[in-house]
Nanobody
């Protein structure tokens, strides 16, 4: 069982930035980030491969988001810039064996961290 703990969420004004983080209890997993806005289904945001060589982004955040990892600390850092009110959601960290956009590719999930973007 892999434990994931997210942090870094909060309230930010539109146009601002947030750097989230996810600490895993085990290394060597592909890591993904997903989000769920009120009344909507959970959706893919970004992912990074086990060694960080491959990154994936949703079209909605591409160009204003980066994801990186520090394997020595088993931590992943999604950075989001130029935030918009529609980015408001609970953001979830997930760990799996493949780097992909599908939720079913990730076996372990964190509890989520709230991000609220005010206009």
């Amino acid at each position: 069982q892999v434990q994931l703990v997210e942090s870094g969420g909060g309230l930010v004004q539109a146009g601002g930035s947030l750097r989230l983080s996810c600490v895993a209890s085990a290394r060597n997993y592909a890591m993904g980030w997903f989000r769920q806005a009120p009344g909507k289904e959970r959706e893919f945001v970004a992912a990074i491969s086990r060694m960080g060589a491959t990154t994936l982004y949703a079209d909605s955040v591409k160009g204003r988001s980066t994801i990186s990892r520090d394997n020595a600390k088993a931590t992943v850092f999604p950075q989001m810039n130029s935030l918009k009110p529609e980015d408001t959601a609970v953001y979830y960290c997930a760990a799996g064996w493949t780097t992909g956009r599908g939720q079913d590719e990730y076996a372990y999930w964190g509890q989520g961290t709230q991000v609220t973007v005010s206009s």
